[in-house]
């Protein structure tokens, strides 16, 4: 195989996977976890930081040179995901996700950033 396909392959299917596993999640109806209500929203707010924050560093491999489109994308898909949450059942939109994708994202960025200069200073 062509090194440049393998290149482009090992980068942006990583993303599209955890993409695709995020649109998964999302098209769950009425996903629940069996916890008590307070705990189940906890949850819910962590996986919306981890899902978003992972994407984030996801994107920042292909997209290393310019790490504000990995921001705007990352921003994008969550906006998009909570859009197609309106039409599944037991699900609705909600901007409150959104700003904790937003959270996660900036979690995920301050994450790369960190890491950068730990390694550049080895």
Not at 98 to 112: E, M, N, P, Q, R
């Amino acid at each position: 195989m062509n090194k440049k396909i393998f290149k482009l392959i090992n980068l942006w299917l990583p993303v599209v996977i955890w993409m695709t596993f995020i649109f998964f999640l999302s098209s769950i109806p009425n996903l629940q976890s069996g916890l008590e209500k307070i705990y189940d929203l906890v949850l819910r707010k962590i996986a919306h930081l981890l899902e978003y924050g992972i994407l984030f560093l996801l994107l920042s491999r292909p997209l290393n040179k310019s790490l504000k489109w990995a921001i705007f994308i990352s921003i994008f898909y969550s906006i998009l995901d909570e859009f197609h949450q309106n039409f599944v059942p037991g699900r609705n939109m909600a901007l409150a996700d959104v700003c904790f994708d937003s959270a996660g994202i900036l979690l995920g960025y301050w994450w790369k950033i960190k890491n950068k200069f730990c390694v550049a200073k080895s």
